[in-house]
Nanobody, 123 residues
Framework: VQLQASGGGLVQAGGYLRLSCAAS????????MGWFRQAPGKERNFLAG????????WYADSVKGRFTISRDNAKNTVYLQMNSLNPEDTAVYYC?????????????????WGQGTLVTVSS
């Protein structure tokens, strides 16, 4: 599986964006998927995860209620809807796959990574 994230860009505070992560390969539907972000000079942090079926989702406290993760296995794509954005959300956003299909929130549990897409929120 290869992952390609897209949808980043420049948005004003209070605005919204929807990120997409397209996967190649026929096994996408078997994997837990997650979104992470990394701000300049900071570590990469977990944001949201979704089970292979889409029935279960989990979030970091920092984005709970503002961000929503979803997936369409028919399209081999996972999404991150981001609302009420603020400048602290500025970062490179990455999608990742956990081939063990666990309920993972840590970096090391995810095996396959996309290249990242930059989100910049202006004040």
């Amino acid at each position: 599986v290869q992952l390609q994230a897209s949808g980043g860009g420049l948005v004003q505070a209070g605005g919204y964006l929807r990120l997409s992560c397209a996967a190649s390969g026929r096994t996408f539907g078997l994997y837990t998927m997650g979104w992470f972000r990394q701000a300049p000079g900071k570590e990469r942090n977990f944001l949201a995860g979704i089970s292979w079926s889409g029935d279960s989702t989990w979030y970091a406290d920092s984005v709970k209620g503002r961000f929503t993760i979803s997936r369409d296995n028919a399209k081999n794509t996972v999404y991150l809807q981001m609302n009420s954005l603020n400048p602290e959300d500025t970062a490179v956003y990455y999608c990742a796959a956990d081939v063990q299909s666990s309920v993972a929130t840590v970096l090391w549990a995810y095996d396959i990574w996309g290249q990242g897409t930059l989100v910049t929120v202006s004040s």
